[in-house]
């Protein structure tokens, strides 16, 4: 079965950067089609689509939002995807979450910015 | 950037048909947009019901049916059951690009 496994949690202070890994297994990695999404839920508040690449890494869109502090990266060896946001702020504390294509969720992490 | 529009909130009965909505800001919902839904609960990742207008996961209950209709996508709980009730959130594709609605917290009561 599809399963995304997510790295463990993260504090963060004001101005650094965080990495988040997902660690995809139960399917064909390399399969093009199989995008891999991320998300973020800020406390009480809704979900927030940050950007995707494909395995192949030959597409790689990002968000408006977060253009020029977010880099999608993926190790084809391992079969993980990594989202990196840099220039952290307060705002930033939220769970993020990978998604694959057809909807496949890992289970989130927790990043919080705070001095 | 498009907005993506779903109602705040929605009650149903149990037992009782209700409809969620999203709508796009650009136009009428197509097939082209490649709708999702989730269900999320408090304290809970968000699950996917729905993906590509209307495709069931293995787990999502037959209860729930994705369509598009009157120019948005819809996700439809008919016989809603009160572990039913939670936040439900749609999106859609803009070349390439995801667009989240603002989710439906739904009351089953």
């Known amino acids: 079965q599809v399963q995304l496994v997510q790295s463990g949690a993260e504090v963060k202070k004001p101005g650094a950067s965080v990495m988040v890994a997902c660690k995809a297994s139960g399917y064909t990695f390399t399969i093009d089609n199989y995008f891999i999404h991320w998300v973020r839920q800020a406390p009480g508040q809704g979900l927030e689509w940050m950007g995707t690449i494909n395995p192949s890494g030959s597409r790689i869109i990002y968000a408006q939002n977060f253009q020029g502090r977010v880099t999608m990266t993926r190790d084809t060896s391992t079969s993980t995807i990594y989202m990196e946001l840099s220039s952290l702020r307060s705002e930033d504390t939220a769970v993020y979450y990978c998604?694959?294509?057809?909807?496949?969720w890992g289970q989130g992490t927790l990043v919080t910015v705070s001095s | 950037q498009a907005v993506v529009t779903q109602e705040p909130s929605l009650t149903v009965s149990p037992g009782g048909t209700v409809t969620l909505t999203c709508g796009s800001s650009t136009g009428a919902v197509t097939s082209g947009h490649y709708p999702y839904w989730f269900q999320q609960k408090p304290g809970q990742a968000p699950r996917t019901l729905i993906y590509?207008?209307?495709n069931r996961h293995s787990w999502t209950p037959a209860r729930f049916s994705g369509s598009l209709l009157g120019g948005k996508a819809a996700l439809t709980l008919s016989g809603a059951q009160p572990e039913d009730e939670a936040e439900y959130y749609c999106y859609l594709l803009y070349s390439g690009v995801r667009v989240f609605g603002g989710g439906t917290k739904l009351t089953v009561l």
């Open positions: 590509d207008t209307n």
């Open positions: 998604v694959r294509t057809h909807g496949y």
